[in-house]
């Protein structure tokens, strides 16, 4: 999914520990454990700070050194802290919900709750898989092998969305951007089986290139590909021309560059080699739909330039790419040879994890992957108290109202301009816990003992659903997200931001910790959020979610300006020796951490009704408010995972998070007495102030 559907607290990926997911407690508690280390009954861990640093120098080791130097990453995660102890409950909640569903009383079933229960313990069955050995793959295969013209090639390519087989270019079905009430089609550039372009082209990932190559020549010949090691080369060389032609991840996130409207007819004539029709023939949908509901093309040149690869790529080269990815894609569901080979090139060699996750943490996600809004209806029956959604409700409401008065009062903003950004705030939707509405899975097929079918069928079931929105209007209560998920996020098309059940417990919130701390966290989040909608992506939204140039001129130019300076804070930001940050990749969640922190100051201000804040533990309310949202991101990250991180995540590393938005807040000098001389120390007229 392209990145302007919508931005989240944290970003989601392949890699677990990256995707937090959680269940909140059936009642209100007052503490939580994260590895051994109490959050104490007022919500934050005292002792997990290191009071021989100076807040002025490392505010992040301040507030959280000891506490991050006590973690122990396990060695099936690439990184841990509050959030991956969270995730750890959350897989435990799921594994029992799944154990206490009631057996199917056939192979065939047919409830949801029957469906969920057939779909884990078939993967579950171990020894059944290991039997089956690459057998699975076998009518993919056939398929591949069955190729002969370009036309079967682009046709089998948009096949891939209801199967394991590749698709070769991404498509979606998403709002359009510039006119949310309906659908459009969206095309953008795909094809890659690293996770960025600069893993084929920068010396630095010399290393994992060749790593590539080797998993490649070993996954094929698992899946019985003949001359292995001959074509893996060829496909890394065809990848590698495919990584030449595609755009950079920064230069993706400006939604006005990645909007291009075009007919079927244009996009065949502009970028031929390529099969077009027949591609989306495979996928589903026809010219005409494609037209009527308005395709929509990301990245012209990248697409233009695969396009002409593709075409230009011998058949026995691109089938054999296809098998690759068919082998990849398809590897949690096969027998052990397959799952190790993946674990120790996509976890291993790139991420820097040690050890492959128990099967029972495997069959809860790749359940919840499948079936993910019949887990989430149960969970909020069992896990989600009411109380939660009712403060969750009032504390936004605070924040939304800071962020009124913040605009009102903003100094470089024109008249004309402020008044639609008011405009936009007020028109913000809130929504928290859980969607008004819930899927259902009716249609979907599990059949007890093929775990790799009914992981394709459910692939396909998804893509199904998304078929049938083309000529519908926009449903506004469908999530992005669903209630089990410890993240939040802004959509911008919708303009409006949603609070997922899970991220509503400790070290967020807990309605039972002090109020300082609970604004820093969960305040900060909220905040977050709500800024997204005026970010460097999201500004460029109207109140109605269009996408469109509300600003004046002279305020866009201030804005990009201001953006700049910001930005080249985290240019210069170290996440390993000589690993610096992109500051123009995470702009827009930089730029929501500052917003969300600034904005949860405010409303904790405004809390106080003009009364002195209490002092607890020796700490004022304004610092509680810092370290409330300092331990939201304490956190340890294995090197490679960093490494990764720093070239593919639009979030920028735990301490930048803390670090880099704090040194910019005036409050945050006067709450520590941080002065000239101290390393994180700013000039009052070099610190950045946006919203």
Request: glycine share 8%; with cysteine; net charge neutral.
């Amino acid at each position: 999914m392209r990145q302007t559907a919508f931005r989240g607290l944290m970003l989601a990926t392949c890699f677990s520990s990256f995707l937090f997911v959680t269940s909140a407690p059936a009642a209100p508690v007052a503490t939580a454990q994260t590895q051994g280390v109490a959050i104490g009954p007022w919500g934050f861990d005292l002792p997990g700070r290191d009071t021989a640093v100076r807040p002025g120098d490392n505010f992040f080791e301040y507030a959280n050194g000891k506490a991050v130097q006590a973690l122990v990453i396990p060695a099936d995660r690439t990184s841990f802290g509050a959030f991956d102890k969270l995730r750890e409950l959350s897989q435990q909640r799921v594994r029992d919900i799944l154990t206490s569903l009631p057996k199917p009383a056939t192979d065939t079933p047919q409830t949801s709750d029957e469906k969920l229960a057939a779909f884990y313990t078939t993967f579950m069955d171990e020894g059944a898989i290991e039997k089956l050995g690459a057998t699975p793959l076998k009518a993919d295969l056939d398929a591949i092998r069955a190729v002969r013209t370009p036309a079967d090639f682009a046709r089998l390519l948009g096949t891939g969305q209801t199967t394991f087989r590749p698709t070769g270019f991404a498509l979606g079905i998403m709002p359009d951007a510039k006119d949310p009430t309906r659908f459009a089609v969206y095309v953008d550039q795909a094809g890659l089986g690293m996770p960025d372009r600069d893993y084929y082209l920068k010396p630095q990932f010399a290393a994992k290139k060749q790593a590539y190559q080797a998993y490649i020549t070993k996954m094929l010949g698992l899946a019985g590909w003949p001359d292995a090691a001959a074509c893996a080369a060829d496909i890394v060389a065809l990848e590698t021309s495919i990584a030449n032609v595609h755009w950079a991840r920064a230069d993706m996130r400006d939604p006005e560059k990645t909007y291009n409207a075009r007919s079927v007819a244009e996009l065949v004539s502009q970028a031929p080699g390529f099969d077009w029709v027949s591609w989306l023939s495979g996928a589903g949908i026809s010219t005409q739909q494609a037209d009527a509901a308005k395709l929509i093309v990301g990245e012209p040149s990248a697409i233009i330039g695969q396009a002409k690869i593709f075409g230009a790529a011998k058949m026995p080269v691109l089938q054999a790419w296809m098998a690759f990815h068919l082998a990849n894609s398809a590897s949690t569901y096969l027998s052990s040879p397959f799952v190790n080979a993946s674990y120790d090139f996509n976890r291993k060699t790139l991420a820097g994890q040690p050890q492959l996750a128990v099967r029972w943490k495997r069959g809860a996600d790749v359940t919840e992957n499948a079936m993910g809004w019949a887990l989430g209806k149960i969970y909020v029956d069992r896990y989600f108290p009411p109380e939660s959604k009712a403060k969750m409700d009032a504390l936004t409401k605070q924040l939304k109202a800071a962020f009124r008065i913040r605009l009102e009062n903003n100094s470089w903003m024109e008249p004309a301009t402020k008044q639609h950004a008011i405009a936009k705030l007020d028109n913000f939707e809130i929504q928290i816990g859980y969607p008004k509405k819930w899927r259902g899975y009716d249609g979907l097929t599990i059949q007890a003992g093929d775990a790799y079918g009914n992981a394709a069928r459910a692939g396909g079931f998804e893509w199904t659903y998304w078929l049938g929105h083309l000529g519908k209007p926009v449903d506004r209560d469908e999530w992005d997200m669903t209630p089990q998920t410890v993240n939040a996020y802004n959509n911008p098309v919708f303009n409006e931001v949603v609070f997922p059940a899970s991220i509503l417990q400790p070290p967020f919130f807990d309605p039972n910790a002090d109020t300082a701390v609970n604004y820093g966290a969960i305040g900060g989040v909220i905040g977050h959020e709500m800024t997204h909608g005026f970010d460097d992506e999201g500004r460029k939204f109207d109140e109605h979610g269009r996408l469109s140039d509300w600003w004046t001129k002279a305020d866009a130019e201030r804005f990009e300006k201001l953006g700049a300076r910001f930005g080249a804070q985290y240019d210069a930001f170290e996440v390993l020796p000589g690993v610096h940050l992109n500051g123009k990749l995470t702009m827009g969640e930089n730029i929501a951490d500052l917003g969300g922190l600034t904005l949860a100051l405010d409303a904790y201000h405004a809390s106080l009704n003009g009364k002195p804040g209490e002092i607890r533990n020796g700490l004022t309310g304004e610092q509680r408010v810092f370290l409330g949202w300092a331990q939201v991101w304490r956190m340890k990250v294995r090197e490679d995972r960093a490494r990764q991180l720093a070239t593919i995540d639009p979030h920028s590393a735990p301490a930048a998070r803390v670090n880099l938005p704090m040194h910019n807040i005036d409050a945050w000098y006067k709450a520590w007495n941080v002065k000239p001389g101290q390393s994180l120390y700013l000039a009052p007229d070099a610190r950045v102030k946006i919203w």
